[in-house]
């Protein structure tokens, strides 16, 4: 698809996007390239599947994480119904599906995912940006059967913003800033790897305010000429100021005022490994550990950090995959 040319006028996320592509670790047991390991599953909840972080480089192996008995189930397990999986959503690159069970897990594989079952046997999977065209399921229940399910997950073509005319220290950090931005980001990490029961998705979710889209998740940014990374959310073009809503119920886990890509950071936790972020804001109307419900007022946009202009950020994480809020929130709510 060609690419998009932007005048620096336009609001956008500069760098906070992200690198363009992260290699797969070579093993998914090390504990130097493994991701965090969840921090609170559910008390008679299983857990599965060792998961890459959005890597269009590749997956990481499958390993298990807080189940420890898996049953001595193997693959030759007989082949339980299909009616015991429900799965509701479109298994789409950047997407989320939810799925749910009707029988006692012991464990799941699923390369390069993860999966952990709530009490009532729910829970979500995603699918990374340059996810494959099929990606296959095991669900090992305790009864000693075995379910499988092939998703075929849609494809999708990405645009590219091409913005010129940029000051260059806007483009490129110096190592002060790195480094500052890289403890941000990492106590982020540690935020959005939490499992919490809660399943707000279940009520959906709305747009955090109204405005015009000036990009989407997936697009590949080139800064005067130079790779700028992928752009992990969607900015709505809003005055400084402008309510930002909770999208849907959840906890507020982080705040952060002063990293020097983002600028004002909010994240939600919205319950079983999903979470909203919202970047370049100008001021908090919640703190960390309030309760929120959908609508709620959180934060008022701003153009902090390295914007050029005011917008809003809106990114969604489940744990440490980036997925696409459009996806999630209804498309009506994306005009004006």
Not at 109 to 120: I, L, N
Not at 183 to 202: G, L
Not at 216 to 225: D, E, F, I, S
């Amino acid at each position: 698809m060609p690419g998009v040319t932007r005048l620096s006028s336009i609001a956008l996320v500069l760098l906070a996007c992200g690198p363009a592509s992260e290699s797969a670790p070579a093993d998914a047991g090390s504990a130097a390239s493994s991701p965090p390991a969840i921090s609170a599953p559910p008390p008679s909840g299983s857990a599965a599947g060792s998961s890459s972080a959005d890597r269009p480089g590749g997956v990481a192996p499958t390993g298990s994480i807080g189940s420890a008995d898996a049953g001595g189930l193997k693959s030759t397990a007989p082949k339980a119904d299909a009616s015991h999986l429900v799965l509701k959503g479109n298994p789409k690159q950047g997407g989320v599906v939810f799925a749910k069970v009707d029988l006692k897990v012991g464990r799941i594989e699923f390369p390069g995912h993860r999966a952990v079952v709530s009490d009532d046997g729910e829970f979500p999977v995603a699918f990374f940006r340059n996810a494959a065209k099929t990606e296959t399921m095991k669900i090992f229940f305790k009864d000693g059967s075995m379910l499988e399910h092939t998703f075929q997950v849609e494809q999708r073509t990405y645009d590219t913003d091409k913005i010129d005319g940029l000051p260059p220290d806007v483009v490129r950090l110096d190592a002060k800033d790195k480094k500052a931005n890289a403890d941000a980001e990492a106590r982020i990490d540690q935020v959005r790897m939490k499992y919490s029961p809660t399943n707000c998705y279940k009520d959906g979710f709305i747009w955090p305010t109204a405005g015009k889209v000036t990009s989407r998740y997936g697009q590949l940014r080139v800064l005067n000429g130079t790779d700028g990374g992928i752009h992990w959310g969607v900015d709505m073009a809003v005055p400084v100021g402008t309510a930002v809503k909770a999208p849907a119920c959840g906890t507020v886990t982080f705040t952060e005022t002063s990293d020097p890509l983002s600028g004002g950071t909010l994240v939600i936790d919205h319950g079983q490994g999903l979470s909203s972020t919202f970047i370049h804001l100008s001021g908090f109307k919640k703190k960390v550990g309030d309760v929120v419900k959908q609508g709620d007022v959180v934060a008022s946009s701003g153009k902090t950090g390295r914007a050029t202009g005011p917008h809003l950020h809106w990114g969604m994480n489940f744990f440490e995959i980036r997925v696409d809020p459009e996806l999630l929130a209804p498309a009506a709510a994306t005009a004006k």
